[in-house]
């Protein structure tokens, strides 16, 4: 072509402005106001929300499980060896690793990283939705996140305990996945599981976007390696039998519902209650979406909250705390369908929000945790009688009396559920010697003979794991043991002829001053 002809053809008209692929693009002069804007106000939100958790030394037996479990660790117990927990291992190694800098004296600094999780959770979603659906949407979605955490009781929402550090990672997981950063996916993923194997579930929704995206085969592999390489480093250390063992497959009688459907059913459906009540500024959009016949919401969303469904059904259970990983799924699909209806319901639903907010928070800050008045007067007890070094059995579903009273366990077993398959809210079905997890009473036995507690605690109080049906346990107590004492309807006993009152132990159980 000419030159003139050249310098007279018309210029390129300018590309258009890159947009998110779900969803329109910021308006550019807020884009670098938004996250400065929102992020107090999450800040803010994430630590009002759990301002009960500092207001109690604990809040349920998993936190107490899980700090006897990192002072043993700590002192040198082998996880998975000489003391067990069915679940994985990362929330352990955190707790040893926070007790190791701060002293476990306290689970304040976990307590922190709980504020600082949640926190995490709603930028993700924040992240998720604005750049799906825009700058609103990601304000709303961090917003409804954390308004709705708190949605349970509050010894479920409360704790810093395994459902509260696993969801940042699931939200993570599909975070990487919108991005198609499918590598650090599977990372979060391996995360998720190993922090509890529930987690596992956001890996059904992340697969779908995988398969709906480009380049599945290098998307695949590197997904794979993302969650495969994380996982076997975790089995290498911990033993890979050991951790299959307590994680999966030492687990049958404790996941099955026979005997106990009613129970199950009554508790899924109570707890699934509380959750719809406290999320009700989140499924009033929904339903409303549904009702008008709008444009479905994404289906990997409806994937993720059904996949996190299936995953609180699992075992059967259908404990409060469970339910927290419904939440970032439901908080999507109601920020979803609030953009969709052009914000009709924005202020309804997140007026809803925070009066049940506002609702769960008094309550937290009223309530106090089951039993943990109890607790503490049987903590308090076997200070006073034993030793700071005495060994001591506590058989009852209350580790946390091991922590409280600042004395090691006698034993691997930090909880008679384990050795019996109780557990609350399943009743007297199919607990015994002979559903304990396998193998397990042999090694108690040789536990208790080997090196005799120095004190028992019975803190049975009349549920069926009590000695009096468990001959094995019946046999040590009639065998070498007196009762010295109660504490609180828990029957204390000491070895025959043995002197138990230490004067010199008397005083506050750690943790709760």
């Known amino acids: 072509m000419p030159v003139a002809q050249r310098a007279a053809a018309p210029a390129a008209a300018p590309a258009p402005p890159v947009r998110a692929p779900h969803g329109p693009a910021a308006p550019p002069g807020n884009r670098d106001a938004f996250w400065p804007r929102l992020l107090p106000v999450l800040a803010a939100l994430a630590v009002v929300t759990r301002l009960p958790s500092f207001l109690r030394p604990l809040w349920n037996p998993d936190e107490g499980f899980l700090a006897t479990e990192a002072r043993m660790l700590a002192h040198g117990a082998v996880l998975y060896g000489t003391v067990v927990d069915r679940k994985p291992p990362v929330l352990p190694w955190l707790y040893e690793l926070c007790f190791a800098l701060f002293g476990d004296r306290s689970l304040l600094p976990l307590k922190v990283l709980a504020v600082l999780a949640q926190l995490l959770t709603a930028v993700l979603l924040a992240s998720l939705a604005r750049r799906r659906w825009g700058e609103r949407a990601g304000r709303v979605a961090g917003a409804l996140y954390l308004l709705a955490s708190i949605a349970l009781a509050p010894e479920d929402t409360q704790a810093a305990a395994f459902e509260v550090f696993m969801v940042p990672w699931t939200v993570a997981a599909m975070w990487c996945a919108d991005r198609r950063r499918w590598g650090a996916a599977g990372l979060a993923v391996a995360a998720a599981m190993l922090t509890k194997q529930t987690g596992g579930a956001v890996l059904a929704p992340v697969l779908l976007l995988l398969w709906t995206g480009r380049h599945r085969a290098v998307g695949a592999t590197a997904l794979a390696l993302g969650v495969l390489l994380p996982t076997a480093a975790v089995a290498c250390a911990t033993g890979p039998a050991r951790l299959l063992f307590w994680s999966v497959t030492g687990s049958g009688t404790y996941a099955s519902a026979a005997g106990a459907v009613a129970l199950a059913a009554g508790q899924a459906v109570s707890n699934a209650g509380t959750l719809a009540v406290g999320c009700g500024g989140l499924l009033l959009p929904v339903g409303r979406r549904l009702l008008d016949r709008c444009r479905a919401a994404p289906p990997e969303l409806w994937l993720w909250l059904a996949a996190s469904a299936a995953a609180v059904a699992t075992g059967f259970h259908f404990f409060g705390h469970y ?96 050795l019996t398959n109780y557990s609350g809210g399943r009743g007297p079905s199919h607990v015994g010697e002979a559903y304990g997890v396998p193998g397990s009473w042999p090694v108690f036995r040789r536990e208790l003979t080997r090196r005799p507690p120095a004190l028992i605690v019975d803190d049975s109080r009349g549920k069926p794991y009590g000695p009096a049906r468990l001959p094995s346990l019946r046999a040590v107590l009639d065998r070498g043991y007196e009762r010295v004492g109660t504490a609180d309807g828990a029957v204390l006993y000491a070895p025959a002829g043995a002197v138990t009152d230490v004067p010199a132990a008397r005083g506050t159980p750690r943790g709760a001053r």
């Not at 009066?355 to 007890?381: E, M, N, Y």
């Not at 005495?390 to 091991?402: F, I, N």
Request: aromatic share 8%; proline share 9%.
């Open 323 to 418: 339910y927290l990983q419904l939440i970032p799924p439901l908080t999507l699909l109601g920020t979803s369908a609030l953009a969709a209806l052009d914000g009709r319901l924005l202020g309804t639903s997140l007026a809803l929000s925070a009066l049940s907010c506002a609702f769960f928070l008094a309550w937290g800050l009223a309530d106090q945790p089951p039993d943990l008045p109890h607790t503490l007067k049987v903590a308090r007890a076997v200070r006073e009688r034993t030793a700071p070094t005495a060994r001591v059995l506590c058989w009852g579903m209350h580790p946390e009396t091991y922590w409280l009273a600042d004395r090691p366990p006698a034993g691997r077993f930090l909880t008679a559920g384990l």
